[in-house]
């Protein structure tokens, strides 16, 4: 699902190039600006286009104009060639937020068009998710049947790794080249027994990584990986028994 930050004209209002050699570049946020990003079993992100930040760069890469969609609706420009950029927040923003654990980021660029001298240009930027994410959760059979559990994410090709992650929090990723991470389990049940688990999982953009840790009642420990967007679903059954040692 998109976000979608639509640059549109007025089809009844004229204006004209206040000089030669210029152009008009007019853009309007959609009216219904409340755009929901909402995937399986993703919680519902509504993300308001108002704040994303909009950039026009020209052909030599110099901004000509920023701002919030409302602060560039008309803008007036030299006849040239441009790239439209808008998103809510930046890559390093995307890593940083919420204490390091990082947040959804939404961003689209447009293709290079040309501006004519005294033409009105009308344009259309889609936003997506950039990043993924990852939450843990380990429901009521596996609390059962364990005292202690820790989950910790390391980046196996980065150095973007959490201990001890909390249950239910977002964790979110850039999507990089081979970007993967390994989400390393060590519990030990209440029959003393420790269990460790690695699930390696490399990253895609735009997907949800739920990992659910649960136990049956004969003392299976269940992995199951949801890796979650508009397309795709999978789940990854892992059998370990917590009551058996390794031999």
């Known amino acids: 699902a998109a976000a979608l930050c639509v640059l549109a004209a007025c089809n009844k209002e004229v204006i004209s190039s206040p000089e030669e050699g210029y152009g008009i570049l007019k853009l309007s946020v959609e009216s219904d600006d ?6 399986k079993a993703d919680p519902v992100y509504d993300v308001n286009t108002d704040e994303f930040n909009v950039t026009i760069i020209n052909d030599e890469g110099v901004t000509k104009k920023s701002g919030k969609p409302s602060e560039v609706a008309v803008v007036v420009l030299p006849a040239d060639d441009y790239v439209i950029k808008a998103e809510n927040i930046s890559e390093e923003a995307a890593l940083s937020n919420n204490g390091g ?3 959804l980021r939404m961003a689209g660029a447009t293709e290079k ?5 005294s033409e009105t240009e009308v344009q259309t930027v889609s936003c997506n998710p950039t990043n993924s994410k990852f939450t843990v959760i380990f429901d009521d ?3 059962a049947a364990f005292n202690t559990m820790t989950v910790d994410l390391n980046q196996t090709t980065g150095d973007r790794d ?11 990723y850039n999507i990089t080249e081979g970007a993967a991470v390994d989400v390393e389990l060590t519990a030990v049940s209440k029959s003393d027994v420790h269990v460790t688990n690695t699930q390696h999982i490399t990253l895609a953009v735009g997907y949800h990584y739920a990992v659910t840790y649960s136990a049956t ?3 299976q420990l269940n992995v199951s990986v ?6 795709t679903q999978s789940d990854i059954p892992v059998p370990v028994n917590p009551y058996q040692p390794a031999a």
């Open 113 to 117: 068009f040309t501006l004519s001298q």
């Open 226 to 231: 949801r890796a979650s967007d508009d397309l």
């Open 141 to 143: 059979t596996f609390k």
């Open 101 to 103: 654990k990082g947040q």
């Open 217 to 219: 009642i004969d003392g």
């Open 162 to 172: 959490f201990s001890n992650i909390a249950e239910t929090v977002e964790y979110f």
């Open 34 to 39: 409340r755009v929901v990003v909402n995937t």
